[in-house]
């Protein structure tokens, strides 16, 4: 079964900086669209950035200019480096590939990582 796993989720204080990665399961696993998701408490799930195989990077206004998407597509990783990070951006962050699996495109995601900011 194709997973994807996610790690560098945290607590930091308002201006600190995390990297948030994400890895399939199998690195042969057919992707097109990578990218991060989060919920905040009592809010709706909302793109913070993706990413097509070829580079095309797409942000959330709110995170442009502090957060950076970079993806391998060989090894089918993806990370988000979140700098100046504020207290709005506490939220569980999910990972999502689209993914061929069986002749079929389908959206994986992650299981969640925690991230909390501090004022």
């Known amino acids: 079964q194709v997973q994807l796993v996610e790690s560098g989720g945290g607590s930091v204080q308002a201006g600190g900086s995390l990297r948030l990665s994400c890895a399939a399961s199998?690195?042969?696993?057919?992707?097109?669209?990578m990218g991060w998701y989060r919920q905040a408490p009592g809010e709706q799930r909302e793109l913070v950035a993706s990413m097509t195989r070829t580079g095309t990077a797409t942000y959330a206004d709110s995170v442009k200019g502090r957060f950076t998407i970079s993806r391998d597509v060989a090894k089918n990783i993806v990370s988000l480096q979140m700098n100046s990070l504020k207290p709005g951006d506490t939220a569980v962050y999910y990972c999502?590939?689209?993914?061929?699996?069986?002749?079929?495109?389908?959206?994986?995601w992650g299981q969640g990582t925690l991230v909390t900011v501090s004022s």
């Open positions: 199998i690195t042969t696993l057919l992707t097109a669209d």
């Open positions: 999502k590939a689209d993914s061929l699996i069986r002749g079929t495109w389908t959206a994986l």
